[in-house]
C-alpha cells in the first residue's frame, strides 16, 4: 500500500510540473541548461545549431554563425523563414562593450497605394499571391551585418546550407507539422507546389527533403554579393515574374532597398536593462508591459498563480492597445517612444488595472502622433560577442509566390498594412514599411550583457519576451526553465493592424496552470482557454561573465537544439 501511494505521488508531481503541450508529441518537463566556455548556439534546429557551431570552430564570429544558420533554416524551416523575408538583430560587440540595432526590414511597392484596396473595397490585405509581397530585407541584411561583424568570406558561411539544399536533409517533426499547416491554400499560388510539394504534398517527418534551385540562389549570393540579389539576375526574376502575375514589386522596389542600424529602446527592469528595436517593430510593448508589471510585488504572488496572470494579462491589454495606434514606420510617423516608455505613463496605466476583474477593453494612450512565422537564434563567440537575430516570411509560407526557379517564397508582410483607414499610423502607403511582428531582445546587468533571448510566434512574442524576464528576474528560473514554463497568450481582435480588443479576448493558458488558478481567472471575468498553438520558439544564451562561460537554452516546444563547444 505504501508503494502505491508513493507512486501516486511521484505520478501527481509529475503531473503538476509537465511544462507544457508540444504541437505534436507528448507532453514533457523542463531539462538541464547547456554550459560551455568558447562559444554557444541556439537555434530552433538541430542541423542550423550544429552549423553554427562548425561556423564558429573555424574561427567565424558570432555573426558568421548566426548568417549560417539562419541560411539553413531558411532551406529546412521554409514556412517559417527564409531569403524572402526580412531580418533584424541586436548585437553585443565585446570589444566596445555597446549594443547595436539593425532592422532589415523592407518596404511597401512604390506602385501599390491603399487606393487599390479601397477602389476594390478590399478591408484588408489578402494573405496570399503577389498583393502582400514587400521588398524581402534579408540578404542586404546578412551583408551589412557581416560587414561590420563578420571574418569568415560569405562562401565559406553559406557553404553548409548550399550542401544541405543539394544533399537533403531528414525534415524534422515539429517542421514537418508546419509545412502540412497551412499548404492547401497556398497550392494553386504560381510556384508554390513546384518547390515545397515534390511528391504532390508537403515532406512528412523523417522523408528527405532537397531544394537545389536554392542552393543555387545561395550559390550566386555568396559568390556575386548582395547586388545579385537587389540588382542583378535574382532581383530581375523577382521583378518579372511579379509583373506576370499581377504583383506590384518592381525591379526598382529592390535596387532601392536600403536597411537601417538603429538605436535599441529599453527599459530598467528592478535592475536589469531590457533591451528591444523600436518600431516599426513591437518591442516597445514587451517594454510597457514591464514597465507595468514592475508596480506589483510579483515574485510573492507565485509563478502561475491567478493574481500574477491576471496582472500580466491586463498590462498585455493596455500595452496591446498602444501597439494598435502608434506602432508604425517611424520615417512616416513621429512615434511618441519617450512618453510611451516612461515609468510616470506606467503608472498612470497601471490604475485603471482593477486587481480582481478583467478589462473589455483599455483606451489608448491619450496624446498626438504626428504622420510624416518566424524563427529566432542566437549565438555567442569566445570574444564574448553575442547575437540575438530573429528572421521571418510572416504567416506560414507567406505569400506562397515562389519566383521562378529561385527556391524560396516572397514573405507577405505587407498583409500588416492597415487599408480601412488612411490616418492610421500603419496604413499603407507607397515605400513604407509595415508594422512588423518579429523582435530580437536583449538584456544587460550594470552595463554588462546578461541574457540574449527572443521566440517566434507573431502577437504572442511581446507577451512571451515579458514572461521570461518575469520567470527570470521575479521567480528566479534559470533560463531553460524560464522557456519551458508554461505560458499565457492573450488574443484579443484577429486583426493587428489597428484594430483594439473587444468583450475582453481570450486568455490562453498551456498545461502545468492548475485548475484551480483557471476557475479563479474565469471569476475575475477573463474568458480561459486551455490550447495547443503557438506560444513561441524560444532561444536564448547567458553569459556568466566572473566564470567565463556560457549557458545555453532551447525550448521544448519545437526541433530546436543549444549547443556549445
Known amino acids: 500500500m505504501k508503494r502505491i501511494a508513493l507512486c501516486f505521488l511521484i505520478t501527481a508531481f509529475a503531473i503538476n510540473v509537465q511544462a507544457q503541450d508540444r504541437l505534436t508529441g507528448e507532453s514533457f518537463t523542463t531539462r538541464s541548461e547547456i554550459l560551455a566556455r568558447n562559444g554557444m548556439a541556439a537555434t530552433s534546429q538541430p542541423l542550423a545549431t550544429q552549423v ?61 497605394s491603399i487606393d487599390y484596396f479601397t477602389d476594390k473595397r478590399m478591408r484588408y490585405v489578402p494573405f496570399n499571391g503577389p498583393l502582400p509581397v514587400s521588398v524581402p530585407g534579408c540578404v542586404d541584411g546578412w551583408f551589412a551585418l557581416h560587414s561590420k ?71 550566386k549570393i555568396a559568390n556575386e554579393g548582395r547586388d545579385a540579389f537587389y540588382k542583378g539576375d535574382i532581383a530581375r526574376t523577382i521583378s518579372d515574374f511579379m509583373k506576370k502575375h499581377g504583383g506590384f514589386l518592381s525591379y526598382e522596389d529592390l535596387a532601392n532597398h536600403t536597411s537601417n542600424w538603429v538605436e535599441p529602446v529599453s527599459t530598467n527592469y528592478r535592475g536589469y536593462d531590457v533591451w528591444e528595436l523600436p518600431p516599426n517593430g513591437q518591442g516597445t510593448a514587451a517594454l510597457q508591459m514591464l514597465n507595468i508589471l514592475e508596480g506589483y510585488d510579483i515574485a510573492s504572488m507565485g509563478f502561475g498563480s491567478p493574481e500574477y496572470l491576471h496582472m500580466l494579462t491586463e498590462a498585455k491589454k493596455l500595452a496591446y492597445e498602444d501597439r494598435a495606434k502608434f506602432y508604425a514606420d517611424p520615417e512616416f510617423n513621429k512615434i511618441p517612444l519617450d512618453k510611451l516608455l516612461s515609468k510616470e505613463y506606467a503608472r498612470q ?37 553575442m547575437v540575438s537575430l530573429i528572421q521571418s516570411i510572416y504567416s506560414e509560407f507567406a505569400s506562397g509566390m515562389v519566383p521562378d526557379g529561385l527556391g524560396f517564397v516572397l514573405q507577405n508582410r505587407g498583409q500588416m498594412f492597415n487599408v480601412q483607414d488612411k490616418n492610421h499610423a500603419n496604413a499603407l502607403e507607397p515605400g513604407k514599411r509595415p508594422f512588423h511582428t518579429i523582435i530580437p531582445a536583449f538584456i544587460t546587468k ?31 528560473m534559470n533560463l531553460q526553465e524560464a522557456g519551458d514554463a508554461p505560458r499565457m497568450r492573450h488574443r484579443g481582435s484577429s486583426q493587428p493592424t489597428g484594430s483594439v480588443m473587444r468583450n ?62
Open 446 to 476: 550594470d552595463g554588462k550583457p546578461w541574457v540574449s533571448f527572443g521566440l517566434m510566434g507573431g502577437a504572442v512574442q511581446p507577451q512571451g519576451h515579458a514572461q521570461i524576464v518575469v520567470n527570470l528576474i521575479d521567480f528566479g
Open 52 to 112: 553554427a557551431l562548425d561556423i564558429l570552430k573555424k574561427g567565424g564570429s558570432a555573426m558568421d554563425a548566426a548568417i549560417a544558420a539562419n541560411a539553413v533554416l531558411g532551406l529546412v524551416e521554409p514556412a517559417s523563414c527564409g531569403i524572402g523575408g526580412d531580418i533584424f538583430a541586436i548585437v553585443w560587440d565585446a570589444k566596445e562593450e555597446k549594443l547595436y540595432g539593425f532592422n532589415g526590414s523592407g518596404r511597401a511597392p512604390k506602385s501599390l
Open 349 to 385: 496605466r497601471r490604475a485603471l488595472i482593477k486587481p480582481d476583474e478583467a478589462a473589455d477593453t483599455y483606451p489608448a494612450g491619450d496624446f498626438e502622433i504626428e504622420t510624416g512565422n518566424t524563427t529566432y537564434l542566437t549565438v555567442a563567440d569566445k570574444e564574448g560577442n
Open 149 to 219: 561583424f563578420g571574418k569568415l568570406p560569405m562562401t565559406d558561411i553559406l557553404k553548409p546550407a548550399i550542401d544541405y539544399g543539394r544533399e537533403g536533409f531528414a525534415v524534422s517533426e515539429v517542421i514537418a507539422y508546419e509545412m502540412a499547416s497551412n499548404y492547401k491554400s497556398k497550392v494553386d499560388v504560381p510556384g508554390f507546389a513546384e518547390t515545397y510539394m515534390p511528391n504532390g504534398r508537403p515532406p512528412k517527418k523523417g522523408e528527405i527533403f532537397k531544394n537545389a534551385d536554392l542552393s543555387n540562389t545561395y550559390e
Open 504 to 565: 475582453g479576448g481570450t486568455l490562453n493558458l498551456e498545461s502545468g496552470i492548475d485548475y484551480k488558478t483557471l476557475r479563479e481567472l474565469r471569476k475575475m471575468g477573463h474568458n480561459v482557454s486551455i490550447a495547443v498553438g503557438i506560444y513561441g520558439g524560444y532561444q536564448a544564451i547567458g553569459i556568466d561573465l566572473k566564470n567565463r562561460i556560457y549557458a545555453g537554452a532551447s525550448e521544448s516546444r519545437k526541433d530546436g537544439q543549444a549547443a556549445g563547444y
